[in-house]
């Protein structure tokens, strides 16, 4: 069998949903870290792999895939991780609570993105993640209450959108962004914190892979 190789930054975001994801099917994964600090997702043999010069990419099952969302939504239908609901309204209404963080708050606060609006600079860098997250969260916990957790975001196993939380709330402590008063959000983060697949994906636990 072919080894399982993602291609990932230990802080990516986007690479902790797919690692959770991976750690949910139970499949063996190597590790093969592009530092992005270091500037090797703009050499040569990583443009290669993955031309937009981002992480993660995944080479699995004989192919290659990028983008993260992509990435879950292929394991999730080729490992029936059930991810996301059968019935068609309650698919979309998880899909929405996911993708306010994947796709509207996360790539504002991506590494080249805030790079560039701050130049790097504090306290404008802290500023910047502390504007977009603080209410970026505070939205998704009102929009938790459409849903049961118990104890997972939308019921009693995790969805996509338990894959898309967690590295934000990562990013949200490690920036100082406030979400104390977001009571749905730190009852699920307790949950995702005891479950193995969450614990193994954790940037603590790969940064030294």
Same mark, same amino acid.
């Given at each position: 069998?072919?080894?399982?190789?993602?291609?990932?930054?230990? +802080?990516?975001?986007?690479?902790?949903?797919? +690692?959770?994801?991976?750690?949910?099917?139970?499949?063996?994964?190597?590790?093969?870290? =592009?530092?992005? =600090?270091?500037?090797?997702?703009?050499?040569?043999?990583?443009?290669?792999?993955?031309?937009?010069?981002?992480?993660?990419?995944?080479?699995?099952? /004989?192919? +290659?895939?990028?983008?993260?969302?992509?990435?879950?939504?292929?394991?999730?239908?080729?490992?029936?991780?059930?991810?996301?609901?059968?019935?068609?309204?309650?698919?979309?209404?998880?899909?929405?609570?996911?993708?306010?963080?994947?796709?509207?708050?996360?790539?504002?606060?991506?590494?080249?993105?805030?790079?560039?609006?701050?130049?790097?600079?504090?306290?404008?860098?802290?500023?910047?993640?502390?504007?977009?997250?603080?209410? /970026?969260?505070?939205?998704?916990?009102? $929009?938790?209450?459409?849903?049961?957790?118990?104890?997972?975001?939308?019921?009693?196993?995790?969805?996509?959108?338990?894959?898309?939380?967690?590295?934000?709330?990562?990013?949200?402590?490690?920036? /100082? !962004?406030?979400?104390?008063?977001? $009571? $749905?959000? $730190?009852? =699920? !983060?307790? !949950?995702?914190?005891?479950?193995?697949?969450?614990?193994?994906?954790?940037?603590?636990?790969?940064?030294?892979?």
């Amino acid at each position: 069998m072919n080894t399982v190789r993602l291609y990932d930054y230990w +802080r990516s975001s986007a690479s902790y949903r797919v +690692r959770i994801a991976l750690n949910l099917a139970g499949i063996d994964w190597q590790s093969i870290p =592009v530092n992005l =600090v270091a500037g090797e997702h703009k050499q040569a043999d990583h443009l290669a792999r993955h031309p937009q010069g981002l992480v993660p990419v995944l080479d699995i099952d /004989g192919h +290659r895939f990028t983008q993260s969302l992509a990435i879950i939504d292929y394991l999730d239908s080729t490992r029936n991780l059930q991810l996301l609901p059968v019935e068609p309204v309650l698919r979309t209404q998880v899909q929405a609570l996911a993708y306010s963080l994947a796709i509207d708050l996360h790539p504002v606060c991506n590494l080249s993105v805030v790079e560039y609006a701050t130049n790097g600079e504090e306290p404008a860098r802290t500023q910047w993640m502390r504007h977009f997250i603080t209410p /970026g969260l505070r939205t998704f916990e009102s $929009r938790l209450a459409e849903f049961e957790q118990s104890p997972f975001c939308t019921g009693d196993r995790p969805s996509l959108a338990d894959l898309c939380l967690v590295p934000q709330l990562y990013n949200a402590d490690r920036w /100082g !962004a406030d979400y104390s008063q977001c $009571r $749905r959000i $730190r009852c =699920v !983060a307790e !949950a995702c914190c005891d479950h193995p697949a969450f614990i193994a994906a954790h940037p603590d636990a790969v940064k030294a892979l």
